[in-house]
């Protein structure tokens, strides 16, 4: 084989690697396409009112939930250390705690961010203060929710 043969193999072989580095970018590329079609998210948001109580008190509900969520609740409105907890029905009657934390010393800033990943079971956020507000409060959400598919 004399040189010229062997300059056209290595162009030969450098095309095929390079085609091949082509076709996988473009496979990855596709997947991730793939992936992000299967992922719907949707927003939704509201406000709170939180009564001016020291009960526990229901503020967010959700039945059969299957979604992942984030929730944000923007708590600046609040005066008085609250606890925040999440519940979830394990057996569809009896909501047992999962998570629970206090606003304002368990968070950075005025948003209490709360993820939920949904196991098709009923879930509720619950508020109580540690001492009356002195009047009811505005308690502003989103609610990000991310449906697979």
């Given at each position: 084989m004399d040189s010229g043969d062997k300059s056209a193999l290595v162009k030969v072989q450098t095309e095929l690697?390079?085609?091949n580095v082509d076709l996988t970018h473009m496979n990855r590329l596709d997947e991730n396409v793939s992936a992000s079609?299967?992922?719907?998210?949707s927003a939704t948001n509201g406000t709170i009112s939180k009564a001016?109580?020291?009960?526990?008190?229901d503020v967010l509900t959700f039945a059969s939930?299957?979604?992942?969520?984030?929730?944000?609740?923007?708590?600046?409105l609040l005066t008085q250390l609250t606890t925040i907890r999440i519940y979830e029905e394990t057996n569809g009657t009896v909501a047992e705690l999962d998570d629970s934390a206090v606003f304002p010393t368990d968070f950075i800033g005025d948003n209490v961010v709360i993820a939920i990943n949904g196991?098709?079971?009923?879930a509720k956020v619950t508020m109580q203060s540690a001492v009356a507000e002195g009047a009811a409060?505005?308690?502003?959400?989103?609610r990000i929710d991310e449906v697979r598919s």
């Open positions: 690697i390079s085609r079609k299967q992922k719907k998210i001016n109580s020291t009960a526990e008190e939930l299957d979604e992942k969520i984030e929730i944000v609740l923007d708590c600046s196991k098709g079971r009923d409060r505005d308690v502003p959400w989103a």
